[in-house]
């Protein structure tokens, strides 16, 4: 009789690291985590890493010769020709040899992916979108982070290095991105984005129930209120959604004509907004995407696992890559 397979799997963020058991059923039977505190060096988070991971597996009263692999969400990517974690921004790193940081702390088969394409893994194996083989998820939030799967497994281009859906051109020399760049989906669909938009708009009107419900302070506007205002039916909060959701329409029509994916997942706060988002999101893909009326276009969903995604798409890792 076969034993049980078990997999590691570790979403590293910014502020907090979590790390999670999963089985073969892609569910999490034990959980860890740790602030980042990511301002240290690679020698400190990396021993942390693999601290959370091990505490993650002795919480499952497991051992580490009980683990299949070892499976690392991070928000960068390894180039598969030098096995160099690229640009991990949060952390200041460049270039990094990641794999002989980890190995000196956990010996097992170590997988590091993107994150965003973790979590759309995670949705894919074990939330919303579990009943398809092929998806795109956007991660609405500070960033506006991507994952394609394709045959239930990540697609990241030839070197590995694809999927920045967030970064794909929206608008010709448009808003500059956190990337350098100007122009990109990020620059106008992100949490961050929406904020400036919000902020930009109150300079010129302030008659207007978003000031309301932030308190008069401009400081405190954010994606909740805005879509609050517009569901009591505030002009201003009613035109800025509306011309933000245009927007996003934009972005994931140009995915769905490249990839002609099932289904598109949204998480992050902005999904939060459930049917307020989802629903005039959906007509309006209908209106703007090539052949919707003679070959139909797949309904964007909303995720549903939060963080575990992330947890859960990292650990299997080793079935995808």
Known sequence: MESTKYYLGLDVGGTNMVAGVVDENHQIIAKESIPTQAGRTIEEITADMAEVSKKAVLKAGLQMEDISSWGIGMPSYV???????VHANCFGWKNVPIYDYLKKHISLPTYIANDANCATYGEVLAGSASQYTDA??????????GGIIMGKRIYSGADNMGAELGHTKLVYNGERCTCGQKGCLEAYCSSTALIRIMKEALQENKDTLIWKLCGEDENKVNGEILFEAAKQGDSLAKQIVDDYISKLAAGISTFITIFRPQVIILGGGI???GDLLLKPLNEKLHTCTFAAEEIGIPQVIRAELGNDAGIIGAALLEKTM
Request: net charge positive; no cysteine; aromatic share 0%.
């Open 79 to 85: 180039n598969p020709k030098t096995n160099l974690l």
């Open 136 to 145: 795109i998820m956007l991660t609405l939030g500070t960033g506006v982070g």
């Open 271 to 273: 999904a939060h907004a």
